[in-house]
């Protein structure tokens, strides 16, 4: 089994920067990251996740250019740093892992998942 717990959420004026953290505990040696959100009255949507052929990160056209990935592998944790933030980033952020890398990566098909950080920007 795998936990997944986030940090990092919180409330900042549009413009501004956040940087989320998800820490993975438990059977984590072949475990890939990613990060989904879900805004209020919308479908979840995937932040960014690998690309299911190579595993490269792929970030979604909405974010792409203000948010990116990072690890610490020693500590088992990956961030996101999320700058330029909008109001249309206000949701809640997910940080979800699975061992495999794979289309079902997209619609969020994925093993694990944390429980959440709430972001909102104010405009």
């Known amino acids: 089994q795998v936990q997944l717990v986030e940090s990092g959420g919180g409330s900042v004026q549009a413009g501004g920067s956040l940087r989320l953290s998800c820490a993975a505990s438990?059977?984590?040696?072949?475990?890939?990251m990613g990060w989904f959100r879900q805004a209020p009255g919308k479908e979840r949507e995937f932040v960014a996740i690998?690309?299911?052929?190579?595993?490269?990160?792929v970030y979604a056209d909405s974010v792409r250019g203000r948010f990116s990935i990072s690890r610490d592998n020693a500590k088992n944790t990956m961030f996101l740093q999320m700058s330029s933030l909008k109001p249309e980033d206000t949701a809640g952020y997910y940080c979800?892992?699975?061992?495999?890398?794979?289309?079902?990566?997209?619609?969020?098909?994925?093993?694990?998942w944390g429980k959440g950080t709430l972001v909102t920007v104010s405009s």
């Open positions: 690998p690309h299911w052929s190579d595993g490269s990160t």
């Open positions: 979800v892992g699975d061992p495999i890398i794979g289309r079902h990566w997209n619609s969020g098909l994925v093993d694990y």
């Open positions: 438990g059977r984590t040696n072949d475990l890939v």
